[in-house]
């Protein structure tokens, strides 16, 4: 028995975009629609019941705390490796003022091991997608972002995540400017193999 509208499910997946920083217009988005967001990623699948999800909201001046210190890290660890590039850092330090919250995305390990890390980070990615839709169903723009110091142990503890957990990046939110990006996929049908016997 049909208990939702499929319909507007199928509307509302096919909606979804990665909608990126430079069209973010400034607007502030209510935090009572961000604790959705989070509530909905807290209902994704998650093997043993584990919930390996963790996240830190950035909002107000929260999100110069994330600039600052995403583009120091960066800039001490990329210098180190000799990697660093200015363009970059610049970027660390301005995209983060330009969303109303930005979301840092840690899989936190099982301590019992029970469950295989990936099946851990594919949980993870469940509840970003939970949130991804969400945001999309508001008409919120977002798109997860793994640069900069994403997979760094050395931020794991600003994040309030332990040795052996993951950064897995950042989900940036912000009120598009404009249009909503249109979509692109090659047909289902050329990724499939049906097997009947």
Known sequence: MKKFDTQELNQLIRYRRAVYVNSFSGQRIDDAIIEQLLENANWAPTHARTEPWRFSVFCDEGLQTLAHFQANLYKELATAEGTFEQ??????????????????????RDPKGKVPEIEEIEAVACAVQNMWLTASAYGIGCYWGSGGITYKEEALSFFDLQPGDRLLGFLYLGIPKGPWPEGRRQPVAEKIRWVRN
């Open 87 to 108: 363009g970059k850092h610049q970027k660390l330090l301005e995209n983060p003022a330009k969303c109303s919250h930005i979301i840092s995305i840690g899989m936190r």
